[in-house]
T-cell receptor
Framework: ELKVEQNPLFLSMQEGKNYTIYCNYS?????LYWYRQDPGKSLESLFV?????AVKQEGRLMASLDTKARLSTLHITAAVHDLSATYFC??????????FGQGTRLTINP | ETGVTQSPTHLIKTRGQQVTLRCSSQ?????VSWYQQALGQGPQFIFQ???????GRGNFPPRFSGLQFPNYSSELNVNALELDDSALYLC?????????????FGPGTRLTVL
């Protein structure tokens, strides 16, 4: 059974700083997903990582995947307030059947 | 804007009642998945429908059931509501389940059970 764990669960950081969110998963997952969720809103797709060593970047966010370590990371560079949200990673237990982590609630303070 | 819509936006029910939530996928999307997201938690997979047939189910009891229609709409039905069913219910659609296709999530329905 696929299990996905994120850490930290809560992260408060200052603008301009860098930080990393970690996502560990327990068994093989074909793909690894990262989503953003604002309060009371739905999920916004950020990245889909398809293979070992995959790295994707969009603005101040960069995601990577190490399938051997069963680890994905979401790195935030020079954080800005607009990035405050909850971030979820998700593995895939079958075609498009996602198993989500608990989420990391990120607060970026001026 | 993902092109996936859900109705209603919010709903309040009492324990023991039944509820139907609706999802309208993008035209041509023959796969729809439903997720339950309790407050402060990650979404949990309920079930998936592919070409109007159930194609996988998560750890949810039979009182959670679904339907998918030829017009790319779908329903999630929950019978005998319990307090713990209070959650945000999300549907996600994609073109096809047999190969990688991006899933598009709807805005969700917030269900409160009193």
């Amino acid at each position: 059974e696929l299990k996905v764990e994120q850490n930290p669960l809560f992260l408060s950081m200052q603008e301009g700083k860098n930080y990393t969110i970690y996502c560990n998963y327990s068994t093989t997952s074909d793909r690894l997903y990262w989503y953003r969720q604002d309060p009371g809103k739905s999920l916004e797709s950020l990245f889909v990582l398809l293979s070992n060593g995959a790295v994707k970047q969009e603005g101040r966010l960069m995601a990577s995947l190490d399938t051997k370590a069963r680890l994905s990371t979401l790195h935030i560079t020079a954080a800005v307030h607009d990035l405050s949200a909850t971030y979820f990673c998700a593995g895939e237990m079958g075609a498009q059947k996602l198993v989500f982590g608990q989420g990391t609630r990120l607060t970026i303070n001026p | 804007e993902t092109g996936v819509t859900q109705s209603p936006t919010h709903l309040i029910k009492t324990r023991g009642q039944q509820v139907t939530l609706r999802c309208s996928s993008q035209s041509g999307h023959n796969t729809v998945s439903w997720y339950q997201q309790a407050l402060g938690q990650g979404p949990q997979f309920i079930f998936q429908y592919y070409r109007e047939e159930e194609n996988g189910r998560g750890n949810f009891p039979p009182r959670f059931s679904g339907l998918q229609f030829p017009n790319y709409s779908s329903e999630l039905n929950v019978n005998a509501l319990e307090l713990d069913d209070s959650a945000l219910y999300l549907c996600a659609s994609s073109l096809d389940v047999s190969s990688y296709n991006e899933q598009f999530f709807g805005p969700g329905t917030r269900l409160t059970v009193l």
